[in-house]
C-alpha cells in the first residue's frame, strides 16, 4: 500500500506523487480515533452539553472525521501541484 504513484528513473523521491484518495482516507481514520477518543476523555469528565448526547457525539465525530480526510486530501493535491511545477 504505497502512498506514492510515480517512480523517477533514477530512483529518487523528488518526482513522486502522492496518492490523494489513500492520504484521506487515513486522515478520515486519524480524525474518527481523535474524534473517538475526545469524546470519550469529555464522558469521562462529566463535561455534557444540554443537546441530544447522542447527536451531539455523532455531529463532533462526523466533523473530525471530514475535517482531517479534507486536511490531508488537501496537502496531497498541493504538493502534487508542487511536483508539477518542478
Request: proline share 1%; with cysteine.
Amino acid at each position: 500500500m504505497a502512498l506514492t504513484l510515480d517512480r523517477v528513473a533514477d530512483g529518487s523521491t523528488a518526482g513522486k506523487k502522492w496518492n490523494t484518495e489513500l492520504l484521506a482516507y487515513f486522515g478520515a481514520i486519524l480524525g474518527t480515533a481523535g474524534g473517538c477518543m475526545y469524546e470519550i476523555s469529555e464522558a469521562i469528565t462529566h463535561d455534557m452539553g444540554e443537546v441530544e448526547p447522542f447527536a451531539q457525539i455523532v455531529a463532533e465525530i462526523s466533523v473530525s472525521t471530514l475535517a482531517t480526510a479534507a486536511l490531508f486530501a488537501g496537502i496531497s493535491i498541493i504538493r502534487n501541484r508542487r511536483l508539477s511545477y518542478l
